[in-house]
């Protein structure tokens, strides 16, 4: 069972900046860290990705805004979201996968505000 907790959301202006951290309960250096959100009233979605080697992807609608960082020393994988957007507003989730199972952080409100 690996647990995640994420922290770090918040509310904040349109064109601010927030970071997010996600810290697992085990060793993350062979595992994928993902963010994904879930807007008000629809469905979750695929933020950013980082993989063991630190490539990483992103979803179209944040690329060039938000970054995704991991410290395996400390299993911790970061999300820096700048310029910030009021359609970024929703609650973030972490993600792993492990032993090829899913894992699910409790997720951390994000709420932008114009």
């Known amino acids: 069972q690996v647990q995640l907790a994420e922290s770090g959301g918040g509310l904040v202006q349109a064109g601010g900046s927030l970071g997010l951290s996600c810290t697992a309960s085990?060793?993350?250096?062979?595992?994928?860290m993902a963010w994904y959100r879930q807007p008000p009233g629809k469905q979750r979605e695929f933020v950013a990705r980082?993989?063991?080697?630190?490539?990483?992807t992103y979803g179209e609608s944040v690329k060039g805004r938000f970054s995704i960082s991991r410290d395996n020393a400390k299993n911790t994988a970061y999300l820096q979201m700048n310029d910030l957007k009021s359609e970024d507003t929703g609650v973030y989730f972490c993600?792993?996968?492990?032993?090829?199972?899913?894992?699910w952080g409790q997720g951390t409100q994000v709420t932008v505000f114009s």
């Open positions: 085990t060793s993350i250096l062979t595992s994928p």
């Open positions: 980082i993989l063991s080697r630190n490539y990483t």
């Open positions: 993600n792993t996968i492990v032993g090829g199972l899913p894992y």
